[in-house]
């Protein structure tokens, strides 16, 4: 039973008059305002109902209609001193859209912003989601509690297909409180490889890193600057930053910035690319083993690069048309790359995503197969 | 319990899949002889018994990629089995069927700190992933309470949580990649060190899937540093509700508590009465732990104890020492010993959402009363997590079946205040018939139809998860 149905007639006419043009037409673009949309598909815009809401503050759970705009869910959020912990991004200002994002699109991207690494990606907070897949059936799949393993779960299964297997109409999601404060731990002058080993000592010790970056030196002459966000009540975030600053010691001198506008605005550059905005070029998303990070770097040779998530998740500025994937290939590594900003001419020869496993490929056909026979979902958005 | 007629060509062809097994294994690793059989008839939910077939024990993902192919081959349902503590039934055989046991499958593949993952073969103990990186100063953070025992492979496919994962998470959110055979022996890669997938999350999709999609033999885990310390502070309250409203307050706060363990006066008599843990006389119990360094437990259950002031408690009592941490986790780490102790019981595990917490403990109270059971409920507050524990005794004719109707009425119950039939167990067979409480045909269907794309036979762990009656046609294809 739909969380939402029960109690919003508007939300139940919606979805059904959705399902119902579902199951007469086709094909269809399913991709909320397509502010974070990678891929390349043609159709019918459909778009998810909206206003529906079910909110627990004390439960930390809510409840949403995926149509409703993600500010607007960050509002109501914030006037409980409450928040989407995963951090999502904002992806407009790199892909040049416009248009409020949903958060129907934020759960389709399984967008996650650098809280990533310490407390999870956006599907590690998603609790259920109700969506029709290509026959018009409304299916609804996990729930609003915090721990739920009953039947498969097609909750993750959603988060991150692109609408690709459906049309997310409604989705539950674990919040989390706002924490007294954040603070940023900054070395600079580092090199890569070198910064990626602080950022995973950082990560290694128990201070609960929310936040662990690394950006070139800039055009302006800046030094290469090393990122370690720590949040929490004041007494302990104090202490962790003092024992952080110790564990950190041989990486060199760091400052600390206390102050909160300076925070914000440090982590939302990096969550929503913003190096990159105004550069010309090709962007890549590259996931890689931390490690492994710099060398890689080193071979691709970007003309820039934003590492986040302690190196394992990595943005790179490329020449406008080259080929990243087969220079990844020449290194002979594990990492996979998605495409994220190119001309669609690019994105078609290239391909957004990344495809080299054939059992996961076939798998994947086999689950559009199922969820959406007669492809009417975001055709070849995924390959 | 219902289960599928067995095939009796399956049951007819057993020399020969001996036979073409013993090719592909060592002697020992095929287990043939009834009486040896038998030694896999059930998992930790007893009530259910049955031998399967024959039991293999390999040691390799080759070795079970060959197993799967034959049985694949012949037609024949495999049932994975990890360390066989299922609550669930999970790996409860079927007449006819092929378990096919992790337990040899134990090494530990590659310990990597600077990227913060363990790679291990699924028979390893849960316990033992800790044990290969605590003098690293790593654990893996998942802590089902049979971790002892309980291996990776069951972790994985019942998405296992514990008492810690308000603040850890799951197995799903701690779960990197693994190596998996398919029904019909491919194996696949999926996922690895890296935190994102390539395509679909499939991951998240194997993960929980019980044994539905495939045999998982090999897991990247991640490892996280180890706290620098940890203490729990215990509060009594004179009623559920009161209790309940303390801890969406705790909830509310900002704090992030590793645990909040909840414990109402059957559970609080029959541990003291078992333990003399030195509870207090009081209708409810919370056992709230935190982490950090000195100062900040300090803090931390300073604002914890003024939230909990604010509830009128019986009894504060703070930590001051591992002893009297100890002591405060005694009763609850024997709950189900105390309550075993009065006679047999099942476990139950439906979520709530937590506001529902006081409203459904008084339900379950009176329910309990209906059916002539005593229930004690002892459970992960912090993320709804009930443990209703019905007592009966077997020896009397009609007390399980009666403990299990009631057991029903309680997941109904569970389901129809916004939450689910099981929040870390499993469907298993024990909770299969009670699928379509929660779901509607079309949400069944959409499970199925994934099934159908990773085991078109449907010969994976036969008869768990969806109701007989659902899955009919999908099973006579096979």
């Excluded at chain 1, 962007?283 to 690069?305: I, T």
């Excluded at chain 2, 095939?7 to 009834?34: C, Q, Y």
């Excluded at chain 2, 378990?99 to 790679?119: K, Q, S």
Aim: glycine share 12%.
């Amino acid at each position: 039973m739909s969380i939402l149905a029960a109690r919003n007639a508007g939300y139940f006419e919606e979805r059904d008059r959705l399902a119902d043009q579902i199951r007469a037409g086709g094909p269809f673009l399913c991709c909320g305002q397509g502010t974070s949309r990678i891929g390349l598909a043609d159709g019918v815009a459909l778009s998810a109902p909206g206003e529906a809401w079910d909110y627990d503050p004390s439960a930390l759970t809510l409840t949403v209609a995926a149509g409703v705009p993600l500010e607007t869910v960050e509002a109501v959020l914030a006037s409980e001193n409450q928040r989407l912990a995963f951090e999502p991004p904002d992806m407009r200002g790199l892909l040049g859209r416009a248009g409020a994002p949903s958060i129907g699109g934020v759960l389709a991207g399984n967008l996650s912003g650098p809280r990533r690494v310490g407390v999870g990606a956006c599907r590690d907070f998603c609790l259920g989601v109700e969506f029709i897949d290509g026959r018009g059936q409304v299916v609804k799949n996990g729930g609003r509690v915090m721990k739920n393993v009953t039947g498969l779960d097609l909750v993750k299964l959603m988060a991150g297909s692109h609408g690709t297997l459906g049309l997310i109409t409604e989705v539950s999601l674990k919040v989390a409180p706002i924490p007294e404060m954040s603070a940023t731990l900054m070395i600079e002058g580092l090199g890569e490889a070198e910064a990626v080993q602080a950022l995973s000592t950082a990560l290694g010790t128990p201070f609960d890193v929310t936040g662990a970056a690394h950006l070139r030196e800039d055009g302006a002459g800046g030094a290469s600057r090393t990122l370690i966000r720590l949040e929490g009540f004041e007494n302990s975030l104090r202490y962790r930053m003092g024992a952080l600053q110790e564990a950190l010691k041989r990486f060199g001198d760091s400052d600390i910035l206390w102050d909160a506008t300076a925070n914000a605005g440090i982590w939302q550059a990096i969550r929503d690319v913003s190096r990159f905005h105004a550069a010309g070029g090709d962007v890549w998303r590259v996931s890689v083993k931390p490690s492994e990070a710099a060398a890689l770097v080193q071979a691709l040779d970007p003309l820039d690069v934003i590492y986040d998530w302690g190196g394992n998740r990595l943005w790179l500025l490329t020449e406008a048309g080259s080929d990243l994937r087969a220079k990844m290939a020449a290194t002979g590594t594990k990492a996979h790359a998605t495409l994220i900003r190119a001309s669609d001419a690019t994105k078609r020869r290239l391909g957004v995503f990344h495809s080299d496993n054939p059992v996961t490929a076939r798998l994947a056909a086999g689950l559009r197969q199922k969820f959406d026979p007669d492809q009417k979902f975001n055709r070849g958005m995924m390959g | 319990m219902e289960m599928p007629v067995p095939k009796p060509g399956v049951l007819a062809r057993k020399p020969e899949l001996v036979t073409r097994l013993r090719a592909v294994l060592p002697h020992d690793a095929v287990i043939d002889a009834p009486e040896e059989v038998k030694a896999y008839e059930c998992d930790a939910l007893t009530a259910y018994r049955c031998a399967p077939l024959l039991a293999v024990l390999p040691a390799s993902t080759e070795e079970v990629s060959a197993v799967l192919k034959i049985c694949h081959d012949m037609g024949v349902p495999v049932v994975p089995r990890g360390a066989g503590t299922s609550l669930a039934g999970g790996s409860l055989p079927t007449a006819d069927s092929v378990i096919l046991g992790v337990a040899r499958l134990r090494e530990v593949l590659e310990v990597n700190y600077p990227d913060r993952y363990i790679r291990v073969q699924t028979g390893m103990t849960n316990l033992s992933v800790t044990g290969a990186v605590e003098s690293d100063g790593f654990f893996y953070a998942p802590d089902p309470s049979s971790q002892l025992a309980c291996a990776i492979s069951g972790n994985i496919a019942m998405n296992s949580g514990g008492a810690h994962c308000l603040k850890y998470g799951v197995t799903t959110n701690n779960l990197l990649g693994v190596t998996m055979v398919m029904a019909d022996g491919e194996v696949v890669e999926i996922g690895g060190a890296e935190m994102e997938a390539a395509g679909l999350d499939l991951l998240g999709l194997i993960c929980g899937s019980e044994g539905q999609l495939g045999v998982v033999t090999e897991a990247t885990l991640r490892i996280l540093p180890k706290p620098e310390g940890a203490r729990p502070v215990l509060m009594g309250f004179d009623s559920n509700e009161v209790a309940g409203a303390c801890v969406a307050d705790i909830i509310r706060s900002g704090l992030i508590p590793v645990a909040i363990e909840f414990m109402d006066r059957p559970i609080i008599r029959a541990t003291e009465a078992f333990a003399k843990a030195g509870y207090p006389e009081c209708e409810a119990l919370l056992i709230v732990e935190v982490e950090g360094s000195e100062q900040e437990i300090a803090d931390q259950l300073a604002r914890i104890i003024g939230i909990a002031e604010r509830h009128n408690p019986v009894e504060i009592r703070e930590s001051q020492s591992a002893d009297e941490s100890a002591r405060i986790w005694l009763g609850r780490k024997s709950a189900f010993g105390a309550m075993g102790q009065m006679g047999d019981y099942i476990c139950l595990d439906g979520t709530i959402p937590v506001g529902e917490l006081p409203n459904v403990l008084k339900r379950i109270g009176e329910l309990g009363e209906e059916y002539g059971h005593m229930v004690g409920n002892v459970f992960h507050a912090g993320d709804g997590n009930m443990h209703p524990l019905i007592l009966f005794n077997a020896n009397e004719p009609g007390q399980l079946a009666s403990a299990e109707a009631l057991g029903a009425e309680i997941l109904k119950l569970c389901v129809d205040v916004g939450g689910c039939l099981t929040g870390e167990h499993g469907v298993g067979v024990e909770k299969r018939d009670l699928m379509t409480h929660q779901f509607a045909p079309a949400d069944l269907e959409a499970q199925m139809a994934v099934k159908d794309v990773f085991d078109p036979k449907w010969l994976l762990n036969p008869a768990k998860v969806f109701p007989l009656h659902v899955s009919d046609s999908r099973r006579a294809d096979g």
